[in-house]
Each structure stands twice: as C-alpha cells, then as structure tokens.
C-alpha cells in the first residue's frame, strides 16, 4: 500500500499528558498537511510543510501543538499537555502541487 | 468567518436519479476547487476538481460546474448509486492552503 499511513489510528489519553502522531505521506510528495477534524465539521488546516521546511501554521495550533518533518519524510504533530477540546479526528494529507490532496485514515484522539 | 459553505447538511436522492450538492464561497482569490468524499472511520478520498479559470470539469458520472461570478460551486452526480452514500465536502485553495466546506451528507436510496 503506497499511500499515506498514520499512526496510531486511535488514541486515548488523560488531560494533561502529551501525545505525539506520525504521518507518513506518498514517498514522492514533497508537501505534507496537518488538519483537524471534529463532528460535524470539515477538516480545519493546521500546519503546512514543503519538504522540512514548515511554510505556515494556523493561529488554531497554540503553543501547545508543534510538527516536524525532518528530512522532508514522515512528519509528526505533538500536543502537549493535552486539553478535553483537542480530542478530535487529526488528518495528515500529501500533495505534489496545488491540486488533490491525498488523505490518510486520521488519528482518532479521545482526551478523558 | 467561514469562507467556504456547505448550506445543506444533507440530502436523500433516489437511486438513478441526479444528485446536486452545492457550494458557495468567499473569497475571491481562490484559485482551484475539490471535492471530496469521505466515508466512516476513512479519511477524505479526492472527487473532482476545477480550476478557477474553468467553469465545468466532467469525470464520468461526476461533473463539476463552477460559477465565480455568484462564488458559487456544484456537484452533479448521474445517476446516483446507493454506493455514493457518504459525506461530501467541497474545498477551495489559495496557493498551497485549502479551506473545506461543513460536509453534505448524501444518502442514495435503493
């Protein structure tokens, strides 16, 4: 399977411990997102990467959220000390350019 | 602000006949529009799109129609199957950022 995997695919965690998500995209897509998704709504852009460089973070990402994507790979996004409103369905997506994003499964995060 | 609209939370279509979803958007600066489709536990799968300087893109039994004058998109699915049940959300991007849409939930009846 060469699309783009996330892992875990759920997690649940009690308020004020730190999480951490992995995203691997499309091995030849050099832009990663990070998106999240809560019910009823559409997935909200979080972060944005082309290759390791991070171009632009949404002002929905405190300073409790940070991504990498070292060496332009596989990105991870990190919440720490976790909050009851973070618990949402967080979506990584890879592109080559300005058209289709393709999307993983998500991260199912429950924060008790 | 919500820059991207989804106004029906959901619509129920006969199975063979035609399904409509709509769309409506802001901000002129747009550039391309997607669709997506996503199913439970799944994360969105891409549709269709259109550039900003097209106003109808057909895929098979999917076509989208795009009017920048009334900021305004839409999604013609003939003729609906019962498999096209799921969630459809439009989204709009402005260079590399995507804004999407609340989701319209199609369900297909047999």
Redesign the interface.
Known sequence: DTG?SQDPRHKITKRGQNVTFRCDPISEHN?L?W?RQTL??????LT?F?NEAQ??KSRLLSDRFSAERPKGSFSTLEIQRTEQGDSAMY?C?SSTG?????????TRLTVL | DQQVKQNSPSLSVQEGRISILNCDYTNSMFDYFLWYKKYPAEGPTFLISISSIKDKNEDGRFTVFLNKSAKHLSLHIVPSQPGDSAVYFCAASEAYKYIFGTGTRLKVLA
């Open positions: 783009v832009r997102y998106y009823g709504q559409g997935p909200e852009f944005y082309q171009l632009e979506l997506a300005v058209d289709e994003q393709f999307f993983g499964p998500g």
